[in-house]
């Protein structure tokens, strides 16, 4: 990039190469300063199933759900299929409010419902298989004339030297960053297993602190799942047999299924995502970190709300 750019993007995980689109697109000139890839930022690790959007109506969480299921729907991306599938908990009448707008809700009979579960239904969601994707979403930034610098910042300071506008898409790394005392590292692991047959994703609530997920991806199947509050990055071969074995009572072809990978991320927890702008000095700084494990579900909408405050200028909050 020979001229200045508009705006630098700190971080390209699902949440900065979303939001840099969503800026590029828009007509800025945009630089990405990342300190990995994609395929080395928590987001390669994600599931990562989209929707469904369960919070209530004024929470903004919902509006930007419901942005990302839009675009997904609306513009057809390598990755992302839409797949029907189960979400089970094991109380009976546990189905939640406004679960029935889901598309392709259907209750489950006695029947059909897994052992052990007395909440089943059937819906049709998105399921994203990061790698391909955020291959995807990169080459798409670049081929709207968006540059990407594997070149870490350290500090917002010297980012605001790059470009008047700052976008921090750093997630988990944005504590380095900033002085935010409520993001936190969640631990969780990605299991994938060489997949057996299975068509079909299922997905357990309550997601605390272990639940059941399988989530089909052609050839390989990612399982879940658990989280804990921890920096501990290490795979866990006793953490793995468990998930296996979790997701084999509910799918018995998943038994002697073969692990070909396990990998450990963390998620960057926090009460709420932070999607604010700020100014600093002459900079504008947008934040858009924060997002637990719901980054791909949110994306999209963030993406939005982050990429107007850096357009529009303004400071007013949208959520933090
Ligand atoms: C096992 C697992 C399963 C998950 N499943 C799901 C799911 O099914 N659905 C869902 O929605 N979410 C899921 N998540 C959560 C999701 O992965 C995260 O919420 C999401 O990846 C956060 O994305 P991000 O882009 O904000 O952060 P990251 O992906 O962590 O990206 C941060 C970026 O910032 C860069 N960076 C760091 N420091 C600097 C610096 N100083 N300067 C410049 N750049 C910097 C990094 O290199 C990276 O590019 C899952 C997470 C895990 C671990």
Same mark, same amino acid.
């Given at each position: 990039m020979t001229l200045r750019p508009d705006v630098v993007v700190l971080g390209c995980g699902v949440t900065g190469l979303s939001t840099a689109i969503r800026l590029v697109e828009g007509g800025a000139r945009v630089l990405i300063r990342t300190a990995a890839p994609p395929a080395r930022t928590t987001s390669s690790l994600a599931s990562a199933l989209v929707g469904p959007n369960l919070s209530p109506p004024d929470d903004p969480q919902r509006a930007w759900t419901e942005e990302t299921l839009r675009v997904l729907r609306d513009e057809p991306m390598p990755g992302v299929t839409l797949r029907e599938g189960t979400l089970a908990a094991?109380? $009976?009448? $546990?189905?939640?409010?406004? $679960?029935?707008? #889901?598309?392709g809700f259907r209750p489950l009979d006695d029947d059909e419902?897994? #052992?052990?579960?007395?909440t089943a239904f059937t819906v049709r969601l998105p399921l994203v298989d990061m790698p391909v994707y955020l291959a995807h979403l990169l080459q798409r930034f670049q081929g709207a004339g968006g540059e990407v610098r594997e070149e870490p910042v350290g500090s917002l300071g010297e980012a605001a030297a790059v470009a008047p506008v700052v976008v921090n898409c750093t997630g988990l790394a944005a504590r380095h960053l900033t002085d935010d005392a409520e993001l936190h590292p969640v631990r969780g692991p990605r299991i994938v297993v060489r997949n057996p047959g299975i068509e079909r994703f299922f997905m357990e609530a309550p997601m605390t602190p272990t639940w059941a997920s399988i989530f089909p991806h052609g050839d390989h199947v990612v399982l879940g799942g658990a989280q804990r509050r921890s920096e501990d990055t290490t795979p866990d071969p006793a953490e793995e047999a468990d998930i296996v074995a979790r997701c084999a009572r509910i799918e018995p072809a998943l038994t002697d299924a073969e692990v070909i990978e396990h990998r450990v991320g963390l998620r960057p927890g926090r009460p709420v995502p932070r999607v604010a702008a700020e100014r600093r000095g002459d900079a504008l700084v947008v934040h858009n970190y924060?997002? $637990?494990?719901s980054g791909v579900m949110l994306s999209w909408g963030c993406a939005r709300d982050a990429a107007a405050l850096a357009l529009g200028g303004r400071t007013d909050r949208s959520a933090e």
């Open positions: 094991r109380p $009976a009448g $546990a189905t939640p409010p406004f $679960a029935e707008r #889901t598309l419902r897994p #052992t052990g579960f007395g924060g997002h $637990a494990g």
